[in-house]
């Protein structure tokens, strides 16, 4: 079984800053199958990239997916207030959907 | 664009069994070409995926919670179920109905907290 890992636990930054999130797998996995969700509280995940890299439908361009093998990031450029929540990555696999334990950001 | 609404008690006691219901609307399962998941959240906790179902009837669940895990469909209600059955309190959370056309989650209910005590 594949197990994600992300870092850091907690991201505290300010409006206007860059973002940069990890997520590692303990195998190398296709990046087709590495996906980031966007969580906010009280709400259910929305998908924001799939394939590491493409965004999702109406997913604004200050948000940005790279990585290949065991390495993936999460980048968003300028933070937004709305963009304050917790962020997961997961992997699709032979055990179908797992998902790393995510990352709050939150403001500074 | 595909819409999902979980249904089902809010509280379930110890040793029963927690069945939840999931509306679709905006889409037909019976169309194929997705899966249909169930996902839980302990409270404050992160995502954990408890199984899917196609519209075929075939399934696939989390082995972690295989032996008490069942997923169904019904095509000519549009809606798919979960049945976990023996919970325990560590089987509160938050349980989400989602869909996606196999490899990612495009599409999630809003979720519907589910209790176990007596």
């Known amino acids: 079984e594949i197990v994600l890992t992300q870092s850091p636990g907690t991201l505290s930054l300010s409006p206007g800053e860059r973002a940069t999130l990890s997520c590692r797998t303990s195998?190398?996995?296709?990046?087709?199958?590495l996906a980031w969700y966007q969580q906010k509280p009280g709400q259910a995940p929305r998908l924001l990239i799939y394939?590491?890299?493409t965004r999702a439908t109406g997913v604004p361009d200050r948000f940005s997916g790279s990585g290949s093998g065991t390495d993936f990031t999460l980048t968003i450029s300028r933070l937004e207030p709305e963009d304050f929540a917790v962020y997961y990555c997961?992997?699709?696999?032979?055990?179908?959907?797992?998902f790393g334990p995510g990352t709050k950001v939150d403001i500074k | 664009q595909v819409q999902l609404q979980e249904s089902g008690p809010g509280l379930v006691k110890p040793s029963q069994t927690l069945s939840l219901t999931c509306n679709v609307s905006?889409?037909?399962?019976?169309?194929?070409?997705?899966?249909w998941s169930w996902i839980r959240q302990h409270p404050g906790k992160g995502l954990e995926w408890i199984g899917d179902?196609?519209?075929?009837?075939?399934?696939y669940y989390n082995p972690s919670l295989k032996s008490r895990v069942t997923i169904s469909v019904d095509t000519s209600e549009n809606q798919f179920s979960l049945k976990l059955s023996s919970v325990t309190a560590a089987d509160t959370a938050v349980y989400y109905c989602?869909?996606?056309?196999?490899?990612?989650?495009?599409?999630w209910g809003q979720g519907t907290l589910v209790a176990v005590s007596s």
């Open positions: 989602a869909t996606g056309p196999t490899v990612t989650l495009d599409y």
């Open positions: 905006g889409g037909s399962i019976s169309s194929g070409g997705y899966y």
């Open positions: 179902i196609y519209f075929s009837g075939t399934t």
């Open positions: 195998q190398s996995v296709d990046s087709s199958y």
């Open positions: 394939g590491a890299s």
């Open positions: 997961q992997q699709y696999g032979s055990s179908r959907f797992t």
